[in-house]
């Protein structure tokens, strides 16, 4: 395995983390410096994707390197039956960086066994979404002007949200405390109750969006109730609509509060919310791009301040 993969949040330090947001911040100031000069990028979407595949395309783009790859596998040879060691063994012969997305979990770590090329995970399954999570600590630093102490309210799908599972483990370096808001069907897993029992994280759980959870809150992250994780339709249909956020219900927030969406959203957020300024998830997409550009440059050893 490439040790500049992105798989899991995990296999990044606090400091790394740090650095990427730095980064991130220099790249917010200077997002066309041309240091892919001559680098191929393979992006490698067997999921739908409008923002991250477009940010990472976009980032590499801006930073003067090359785009390939596919964002409809049913385009590529996956669809003859090709496995995902032989994509991958092939796209390694072409692109200097992989950035993949996958239903299966696993399927980046997995791909990192096969190449010595490295992989950026942009998504698998219902597991981790690392680069999300970068743009969510850069979103959720630059609002606050910490990471440290918050108090972030996790709300819908918090069993196959990839990305409040990514968030919540890169949290654990700044005490965070949480607010988990579902329903029965759509809870925390247990294996991330447990992180935060190991890591010390305090959590509370709810299934009322009450004012009371709302106005405790630095940070209200929404999710979208994901209808391609559900077996049963009818399940997805009894849950989908259980949690909205409207205007109205944000009259009493702190004043610091920021709303977060990975997006896309269905009814989650009422699109009345848009134009209160505590709205930040067309923000947060858009930091997306300078999130990526740093992780670009740590996959790749470049050095964009010194280059
Ligand atoms: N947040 C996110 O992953 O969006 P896309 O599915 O559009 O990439």
Do not use: W
């Amino acid at each position: 395995m490439n040790t500049k993969s992105l798989v899991s949040i995990d296999d990044i330090s606090r400091d790394e983390i740090l650095e990427l947001i730095e980064k991130a911040k220099y790249f917010e100031a200077n997002p066309n410096l041309k240091v892919l000069d001559g680098k191929v990028v393979a992006t490698l979407f067997f999921e739908p994707s409008t923002r991250t595949r477009l940010s990472f395309e976009t980032a590499v783009n801006r930073l003067g390197g090359r785009v390939i790859g596919f964002s409809d596998a049913s385009t590529s040879s996956s669809a003859k039956g090709e496995t995902l060691k032989d994509t991958i063994k092939m796209v390694s012969n072409y692109a200097d960086l992989i950035v993949m997305r996958h239903h299966l979990e696993g399927a980046a770590r997995y791909a990192t066994e096969v190449t010595e090329v490295p992989i950026i995970n942009a998504g698998d399954g219902s597991n981790q979404h690392p680069s999300q999570t970068m743009l969510d600590l850069y979103s959720i630093s630059k609002t606050q002007g910490k990471l440290n102490d918050l108090t972030i309210t996790m709300v819908g799908d918090l069993k196959y949200g990839r990305t409040v599972h990514s968030l919540l483990m890169a949290m654990r370096y700044f005490n965070p405390t949480f607010n988990f808001v579902a329903c029965e069907e759509l809870q925390m897993p247990a294996e991330y109750k447990k992180f935060c029992d190991t890591h010390g994280i305090k959590y509370t759980e709810h299934k009322d969006f009450s004012p009371e959870v709302i106005n405790s809150s630095d940070i209200l992250y929404m999710t979208r109730v994901q209808r391609e994780r559900f077996t049963d339709i009818m399940e997805y249909e009894k849950v989908k609509n259980l949690y909205t956020l409207r205007n109205a219900m944000l009259a009493d927030a702190k004043p610091n509060l920021k709303v977060l969406h990975p997006l896309p959203r269905i009814n989650e957020i009422d699109q009345d919310v848009d134009d209160n300024p505590k709205a930040y998830y067309f923000d947060q997409a858009r930091n997306g791009l300078f999130a990526r550009q740093a992780i670009i440059c740590r996959a790749l050893g470049i050095d964009p301040v010194n280059n």
